[in-house]
């Protein structure tokens, strides 16, 4: 599977992923969700938010225990951040047909779509369209760079954008979500774990800073008459690092843009987005104002006009605290399982408040994600599948 799997959307230059949504690399993608569930003589479908779902089991019995993540990436993302789970679920699956399990339950494993938010701005459009955390009339309002809107993709794609929105009879007939996922960080690995349980997601944000100057000519505008946004933003890059550094959270400004954009132009506009996420609400609240009254400060000093927009949040997320603690019963068998949180969002944050969800966590030997350089070693995959098998069997078979 994964063999198959990671030629599609891979750049041949950065090595790393480019796997957007409605392209057609997540076409390819999802095609090759189908060939694998088809092989396992599942039944596909995909729901009205381009998620798709492969079912062992009759999908309307409800109480269904459900696995899976995400196939598309970040840019140049690398080749483990939600493939690691779409197909260590199929391959529990393998397991526990090997075992001889009987399931009680229906059994789906799900590929949710536009995760990463990659290309219109906004995190797990799938699940929270499905969770109804997303309006039909927001998702219609979403733009890639070039201007297309969702919808326009979702038709150039082959779907059809009047059916999207909240799908709660879906999210009824679901007893158990469980997540697995590659770790972003290297607590386990500091722990020594192969595995591990997440207890909860921190609480994140993306905000949106609009920067406004005057463009002029770089080689003959005096320093002193320049109304230049790039100073104001760059002196705001590293309030956010300070501000993270002082409240024991993390801030990042990763994507920018730039009007004209051009080497010998002093810019009239530089957009740049905050990544803002801590531990608790408190420690974000703290940095996240800190971040904007430092940049209004630098933007009086340097005659710059600022707008700041508030892109996407999401409150902190305690997952199913009975369906956690059933997990560290299965997995405790043979010592104590580490529990972690994370500050990275996931469809399973997405879907707690709905229904019951919980995440499995593989060991990430450097930490490094959303890069080509993500990794896991093939061992503590293998762990992730067996783990991931005893808790599907437990839930969905006894």
């Given at each position: 599977m994964w063999r198959s799997l990671r030629p599609i959307g891979r750049d041949a230059a950065s090595g790393g992923y480019r796997r957007y949504a409605w392209t057609g690399a997540d076409a390819d993608c999802r095609l090759w969700f189908r060939m694998q569930a088809e092989a396992r003589r599942l039944d596909v479908e995909t729901d009205r938010n381009g998620n798709q779902w492969a079912w062992l089991g009759d999908p309307t019995a409800g109480d269904a225990v459900v696995t899976g993540s995400h196939l598309d990436s970040v840019p140049d993302g690398g080749a483990f951040d939600g493939p690691l789970g779409v197909v260590s679920a199929f391959a529990a699956l393998d397991e526990l047909r090997a075992r001889g399990a009987s399931f009680r339950r229906p059994l789906a494993i799900v590929n949710f779509g536009d995760e990463e938010g990659a290309r219109f701005g906004l995190a797990c459009v799938g699940s929270r369209l499905t969770a109804g955390r997303l309006t039909k009339e927001a998702a219609y309002e979403l733009r890639d760079a070039d201007g297309i809107t969702l919808p326009r993709a979702m038709e150039a794609a082959g779907y059809d954008p009047e059916t999207i929105g909240p799908d709660p009879e879906r999210l009824a007939r679901i007893g158990a979500f469980v997540e697995l996922h590659v770790e972003q960080g290297r607590a386990l690995d500091l722990s020594g774990d192969a595995v591990g349980i997440a207890s909860a997601i921190w609480p994140h944000g993306r905000w949106r800073y609009d920067f406004a100057g005057v463009a002029n000519h770089a080689g003959t505008t005096r320093l002193v008459d320049r109304r230049d946004p790039m100073l104001t933003y760059?002196?705001?890059?590293?309030?956010?690092?300070?501000?993270?550094?002082?409240?024991?959270?993390?801030?990042?400004?990763?994507?920018?843009?730039?009007?004209?954009?051009?080497?010998?132009?002093?810019?009239?506009?530089?957009?740049?987005?905050?990544?803002?996420?801590?531990?608790?609400?408190?420690?974000?609240?703290?940095?996240?104002?800190?971040?904007?009254?430092?940049?209004?400060?630098?933007?009086?000093?340097?005659?710059?006009?600022?707008?700041?927009?508030?892109?996407?949040?999401?409150?902190?997320?305690?997952?199913?605290?009975?369906?956690?603690?059933?997990?560290?019963?299965?997995?405790?068998?043979?010592?104590?399982?580490?529990?972690?949180?994370?500050?990275?969002?996931?469809?399973?944050?997405?879907?707690?408040?709905?229904?019951?969800?919980?995440?499995?966590?593989?060991?990430?030997?450097?930490?490094?994600?959303?890069?080509?350089?993500?990794?896991?070693?093939?061992?503590?995959?293998?762990?992730?599948?067996?783990?991931?098998?005893?808790?599907?069997?437990?839930?969905?078979?006894?």
């Open positions: 760059a002196e705001t890059v590293l309030a956010a690092r300070r501000e993270a550094e002082l409240a024991g959270a993390v801030a990042t400004f990763g994507k920018i843009a730039v009007e004209p954009n051009g080497v010998n132009a002093i810019p009239s506009m530089v957009r740049g987005w905050l990544d803002a996420r801590a531990a608790d609400q408190g420690s974000l609240d703290k940095v996240v104002a800190g971040v904007e009254t430092a940049a209004r400060e630098y933007a009086e000093r340097h005659g710059i006009d600022l707008a700041v927009v508030q892109e996407s949040y999401t409150p902190v997320v305690d997952f199913s605290h009975a369906l956690r603690d059933e997990l560290s019963r299965i997995l405790g068998t043979s010592g104590e399982v580490p529990v972690l949180g994370t500050g990275a969002g996931h469809d399973a944050g997405i879907l707690s408040e709905s229904i019951p969800t919980a995440m499995l966590f593989v060991r990430n030997p450097t930490g490094v994600s959303h890069s080509p350089a993500e990794t896991a070693a093939e061992d503590d995959c293998v762990a992730g599948v067996l783990a991931l098998a005893d808790v599907l069997e437990e839930l969905a078979c006894r």
